[in-house]
Structures are given as structure tokens and as C-alpha cells.
């Protein structure tokens, strides 16, 4: 008797685990392309503190130069208003702010919030 009872708890333990198990991956499907995104983001606004020619330039400037990078690493979350620019000591500070929503199981979305900053030397 009690072997058999044990198996079944098992059976449904296991389909509990590989519920939760499938859920956390559909999960992980959508977020990660989210945050390989704002990697992406980040990366491209370290790679502008060494653009001398930025030194002091106004959000214009910057906004074209991003804009660039954005396209060709197809980040798309990313829009004009989303990104402020201000002098501090010894630079030009970028900051990009930005919310991402994606889909997560049926009509629950999630929402991802990130803010970047860099700072062009002068």
C-alpha cells in the first residue's frame, strides 16, 4: 500500500515542478530579450564617453549619434524623449530613461523600467 501511494504524490509533484518549471521559462523567453536590450543601451551610451567631438554638444548632437547606434543594434524602445542631456563638472551627462511593456501570459503584461546614464569627458 504505502509505496504505491508515494508513487502517485510523486507523479503530481513532478507535474507541479514541470508546471512551475515551463512557466519560469515562458517567463524568461520574454524578459530576457528586454534586458539584452538595455545592455545593448547601456553599451552604446559607454561607447559614447569617448567620443571627444560630443564633448559639450547639445541633445540634438547627441540624439543623431544615438539614434545611429539605436538603429543599427535595432533597439527600438528607445525614442528622442526618453533620453536628457546636461553639462556637469568635467562632461556632458546622458541619461536615457525608458519603460519597455512585453507580453507575459495571455492578457498579463509586464513592464520593465530602466535608467542609463554616461557621462562624455570633456
Known amino acids: 500500500g504505502s509505496m504505491?501511494?508515494?508513487r502517485?504524490?510523486?507523479?503530481?509533484?513532478?507535474?507541479?515542478?514541470?508546471i512551475f518549471v515551463g512557466l519560469v521559462a515562458l517567463i524568461a523567453i520574454?524578459?530576457?530579450?528586454?534586458?539584452?536590450?538595455?545592455f545593448t543601451v547601456r553599451s552604446i551610451l559607454q561607447s559614447l564617453q569617448d567620443e571627444r567631438s560630443l564633448a559639450g554638444a547639445d541633445r540634438n548632437a547627441v540624439w543623431r549619434t544615438l539614434q545611429k547606434r539605436f538603429e543599427i543594434n535595432d533597439v527600438k524602445s528607445v525614442g528622442r524623449d526618453n533620453i536628457s542631456v546636461q553639462a556637469v563638472s568635467g562632461?556632458?551627462?546622458?541619461?536615457?530613461?525608458?519603460?519597455?511593456?512585453?507580453?507575459?501570459?495571455?492578457?498579463?503584461?509586464?513592464?520593465?523600467?530602466?535608467?542609463?546614464?554616461a557621462t562624455i569627458r570633456h
Do not use: M
Open 91 to 117: 562632461g556632458t551627462q546622458v541619461t536615457v530613461s525608458y519603460e519597455t511593456r512585453f507580453p507575459l501570459i495571455a492578457n498579463i503584461d509586464g513592464i520593465a523600467s530602466f535608467t542609463i546614464r
Open 4 to 6: 504505491r501511494r508515494q
Open 8 to 18: 502517485g504524490v510523486s507523479l503530481i509533484g513532478w507535474l507541479i515542478v514541470l
Open 30 to 38: 520574454r524578459v530576457v530579450p528586454v534586458y539584452v536590450e538595455a
